[in-house]
């Protein structure tokens, strides 16, 4: 293919997003934003059905940093920072970009990364390099630094280019220049304040959480990864000012992270403001989705959240090469629609997910549409946040298109059955949804909080109460 002109929908710098030889490139809009401006794309003939202007009545705004697509953790290592060019490359050729705002978003400079994270451990990924390791030899297991969380060229500007995408997503929120914020790259949810873990180092989600303090009373985090969001969990481990809600694959010996069963509920002033449904191998799409919905409600109805933000890992889809569940794409976006039809603003990021193409598939899916202002029956079954529906068939002229092969569907089958036994019984389900409900019955409706600037420091109120705990 000979490349004649490149089409760059985030930026400059030389990085592209989106390459075409001559013949596609005839039929394709050109789009050029400077970073941190954003605009919409000319007219194209993106393999989009229809948009429902009525039901289309969100901001919507897509963050992203291309630069971020660069990073390689490592031929052997399971996450693949190039799903995020697969994802960009379906959401253009969709046409998606038309019908919403794209940003060219700036890294995060180390004083936002500060607000959560220690000055020590900072200073560390900073300088650390693949060529210098033997230079931070005491440092290596002080941080966590291993085969999950490998030190690779660019480790320092990855993890700027996903927290700053995140940051800008929250403040465009704020600022209500979106009503839905999108960022793929983010949700990065097991890292600690001077700690990776689980592939994961800067977790922007808390530092975006912590944006959202600055203005929202109350924000609720929910987590469909496969794993749980323990990072999350226990950065507002003491405070009523964060709800977290994670529904994950629990077994303490054998699955990561070990942490998330039903009786981790916070403590302090955040006790009973961490709900965790630990779930079995092999949960399909109806037994899910009905869970999902049934607490979910009752718990945005209870905490009147002001704001949420959703990590939306894509390792809880069947066939992941990490994962253990048998959900389906459209499964797994009927959550994120569920959320999105309470008309609270929403941040919506990704996390984990090890199968690049279903990834792709799934982001887009969840980047396109669900009406959430008709009833829940006469919606649309293809997909979420933008308001338009979009073939199944991917589009023809979209780079990389032969990874999605042999079918070169939106929805492929993912559980394929007999892959994963459910275990997860009806009764033990119902079990599940009654000790949430037993938790909230604890909470005397919504916290009434005087605002500040930032929240408490809640890993020293955290400190506090384990040591007064221990005496």
């Known amino acids: ?199 994961c180092y800067i977790n922007d989600i808390v530092l975006a959480i912590l944006q959202l303090l600055r203005y929202h009373p109350r924000v609720l985090y929910i987590d469909i990864d496969v794993h749980h969001g323990d990072g999350v969990e226990q950065a507002f481990f003491s405070t009523d000012r964060v709800m977290t809600l994670s529904l994950h694959k629990y077994d303490k010996d054998n699955f990561f992270p070990g942490t998330g069963n039903w009786d981790d509920i916070g403590g302090g002033a955040g006790k009973h403001y961490a709900l965790n449904v630990p779930l079995k191998d092999g949960i399909d799409d109806e037994s899910y989705v009905r869970l999902f919905k049934q607490i979910v409600e009752p718990v945005i109805e209870k905490y009147c959240p002001t704001a949420v933000v959703l990590q939306c890992g894509a390792d809880s889809l069947g066939s992941d090469k990490l994962g253990c569940f048998n959900l389906n794409i459209k499964a797994h976006g009927a959550c994120v629609e569920f959320v999105k039809k309470f008309g609270l603003p929403l941040l919506v990021l ?21 009406p959430s202002h008709i009833p829940m029956a006469n919606a649309s079954t293809n997909t979420i946040c933008v308001g338009a529906e979009i073939e199944d068939d991917l589009p023809a002229r979209s780079p990389y298109r032969e990874y999605f092969g042999p079918d070169y569907k939106l929805h492929p089958p993912l559980s394929k059955e007999g892959k994963y036994e459910n275990k997860n019984s009806k009764k033990y389900l119902e079990s599940m949804k009654t000790k949430i409900m037993e938790h909230l019955r604890f909470i005397d409706g919504a916290p009434s909080v005087q605002l500040q600037e930032i929240p408490p420091d809640l890993d020293n109120v955290r400190s506090e109460l384990i040591k007064q705990e221990e005496d």
């Open 1 to 199: 293919m000979s490349i004649v002109q490149t089409y760059d929908s985030w930026g400059r710098n030389g990085n592209s997003t989106i390459s075409l030889d001559a013949k596609s490139a005839a039929s394709m809009p050109v789009l050029e934003l400077a970073p941190g401006l954003k605009a919409k794309a000319g007219p194209s003939q993106p393999l989009i059905l229809g948009v429902n202007p009525q039901v289309n009545m969100f901001q919507v705004s897509y963050h992203h940093n291309a630069m971020a697509e660069n990073h390689h953790f490592g031929a052997a290592h399971p996450m693949k920072p190039w799903r995020l060019t697969l994802t960009n490359q379906l959401v253009l050729g969709y046409g998606l970009h038309e019908h919403m705002d794209t940003y060219s978003t700036r890294p995060a400079n180390e004083d936002e990364l500060k607000d959560f994270h220690g000055d020590d451990y900072l200073e560390f990924l900073k300088r650390v390099t693949p060529h210098n390791t033997q230079e931070f030899a005491n440092d290596l297991s002080k941080f966590n630094i291993g085969d999950d969380c490998p030190i690779f060229d660019g480790i320092w500007d990855y993890c700027s280019l996903y927290a700053g995408a995140s940051l800008d997503a929250a403040k465009k929120l704020i600022n209500h220049q979106s009503d839905i914020a999108i960022n793929w790259s983010g949700g990065l949810h097991h890292a600690k304040k001077s700690e990776a873990s689980g592939f």
């Open 350 to 370: 990704g996390g984990g997910g090890y199968t690049p193409r279903n990834v792709s598939r799934l982001w887009t899916y969840e980047t396109a549409y669900t």
